[in-house]
Nanobody
Framework: QVRLLESGGGTVQAGGSLRLSCAAS????????MGWFRQAPGKEREGVAT???????AYADSVKGRFTISRDVIKDTLYLEMSGLQPEDTALYYC???????????????????WGQGTQVNISA
């Protein structure tokens, strides 16, 4: 069992920055894939960034160059550094983990088993 708790959301003006955190507590070893996902009102949940256990990362085209995913293994905490935020980045942001072995970490939310409750990010124009 894995429990994920996101924090760090808030309201910032366009062009601003935020850092999201996802603290994990687990009864087993880490999965191979962790990621950040978001869901805006009226839209489907979408992948933002993923991190493979070997350090490989993947980003949605919409956030490349603006967002950075990373992990502190000792703290067992996943991070998402967001800069150049725009109103279209407004969403509920979730972290998730897939415990299964994979050759790469997909951005498809359906591949992930464990989910946090989300942290809200609001970007004002």
């Amino acid at each position: 069992q894995v429990r994920l708790l996101e924090s760090g959301g808030g309201t910032v003006q366009a062009g601003g920055s935020l850092r999201l955190s996802c603290a994990a507590s687990r009864d087993a070893t880490s999965g191979y894939c962790m990621g950040w996902f978001r869901q805006a009102p009226g839209k489907e949940r979408e992948g933002v960034a993923t991190l493979y256990s070997n350090g490989d990362t993947a980003y949605a085209d919409s956030v490349k160059g603006r967002f950075t995913i990373s992990r502190d293994v000792i703290k067992d905490t996943l991070y998402l550094e967001m800069s150049g935020l725009q109103p279209e980045d407004t969403a509920l942001y979730y972290c998730a983990e897939d415990p299964a072995w994979r050759a790469y970490c997909p951005l498809n939310p359906q591949a992930y088993i464990y989910w946090g409750q989300g942290t809200q990010v609001n970007i004002s124009a």
